[in-house]
């Protein structure tokens, strides 16, 4: 029987691969965080190096079953990004509802110097969002805004394209 969880919790299925056996489930630092943590199941006593500028894919050894009209993001760890310049290159990266295989989270050292990854390091985020489903439809003109086509970076003064 699965853990009783607060209120109106999500139940997230998680599948531990088995390089990822030994390693603690994904988790909440503290009650009131947004992201489960994800961890670097590297094998043991092995470790992965990102050198400046270089970019790698680092398996976390689960894999989810999430409900339909949920999706998982993968978002970077700010530590990580103001102490080493490492962050997830996709960020967020998106796990839909039907996908089933090992959570990987690529990375990017945008740091000076080499980074390096242990077994069990805490990698990433992970964030259940509910998915609303959008119908496009076709139509000959949108109805106007102060702001209009006003561009990026802006609220209708300067780029445009």
């Known amino acids: 029987m699965p853990p009783e969880g607060p209120p109106g919790a999500l139940a997230l299925p998680i599948l531990r691969l088995g390089h990822g056996r030994d390693l603690p489930l994904p988790a909440y630092a503290t ?12 094998p043991e006593g092995s470790e992965f190096t990102l050198e400046a500028g270089e970019r790698g894919l680092v398996p976390t050894g689960i894999a989810l079953q999430l409900s339909r009209g949920f999706e998982a993001q ?12 490492v962050t997830v290159l996709n960020s967020p990266g998106t796990i839909d509802a039907d996908y089933r295989g090992e959570i ?6 945008l740091g000076q110097e080499p980074f390096t990854l242990r077994r ?12 609303a489903r959008a119908m496009p439809v076709d139509v000959d003109d949108l109805t106007g805004t102060e702001r209009g086509t ?6 209708g003064k300067g780029a445009r394209f």
Not at 31 to 42: F, K, T, W
Not at 76 to 84: D, F, N, V
């Open 31 to 42: 009650a009131d965080a947004a992201g489960l943590d994800l961890m670097a199941a590297l």
């Open 74 to 85: 993968i978002r970077p760890r700010s530590g990580l990004a103001l102490k080493h310049g």
């Open 104 to 109: 990987g989270v690529i990375l990017i050292n």
């Open 120 to 131: 069990g390091d805490r990698i990433a985020q992970l964030v259940v969002a509910p998915v």
């Open 150 to 155: 006003g561009g990026f970076g802006s609220t």
